[in-house]
């Protein structure tokens, strides 16, 4: 579909796929609301754009992804992608900060700076969308499900606690929130996976998370408790 309005983003992608596979494409554009209906009902299909090749029909973008062999990701899918894309960036963010403030990566703060970016990085993904992700955490939270409110603090507690570590500033407040919320997360996910044996969605990437409850929201927690616990630790030593 080629309109004034609209361009069809599968329609790029499918010629553009056939193109690197070696093909020319005759690219035949779907102007109106009429021709796309009269398609759709001429080869008995639901969507567009529609690949041919030798005159036989392929089908949309993702049949064709699958007829030249490459992969194609189903809606429920279960993906890790989210989680090594925050801790990576997190990494990096970390060491690039520890650069800037001491000239070495090499530094305890890198460390301090790692996690509680992670914490801040993962706060934000809650808060792109509150309500989705309370609810998706009222499945196993053993807080959230007596406090219903809780599930809605929480993504805001995780990202201040991250930012303050980040700082180095308020840890009277900072440590606090971050070992509560962290051991009651702990508690609440080693309870619904290692306990009841349930296979449910993590709610730490967000409400759309992909990413299945278990090790991940776990590690999550145990690192608010580390650094809820590491923090003051920290400033008995060094000040």
Known sequence: MVMEKHVCPYGLKSKDLLERQGFDVDDRWLTTREETDAFKAEHHVETTPQTFL????????????????KSVASADET????VVAIFSVALLMALAVSYAAEGTVLTVRAVEWFFAIA???????KLQD??????????YDLLARRWVRYGKIYPYGETLAGLLMIAGALTWLSAPIALVIGTIGAVSVYYAVYVQKRELKCACVGGASKVP?????LTENLVMIGMGLWMPLRMMIWG
């Open 213 to 217: 409850l278990g090790f991940v929201s």
């Open 130 to 139: 509150v309500e989705s992700f309370s609810t998706m955490f009222l499945n």
């Open 119 to 125: 914490m801040t990085l993962l706060g934000i993904q």
């Open 54 to 69: 030798g005159g036989e029909r392929v089908g949309g973008y993702s049949e064709l992804r699958e007829h030249f062999g």
């Open 79 to 82: 993906t890790y992608r989210p």
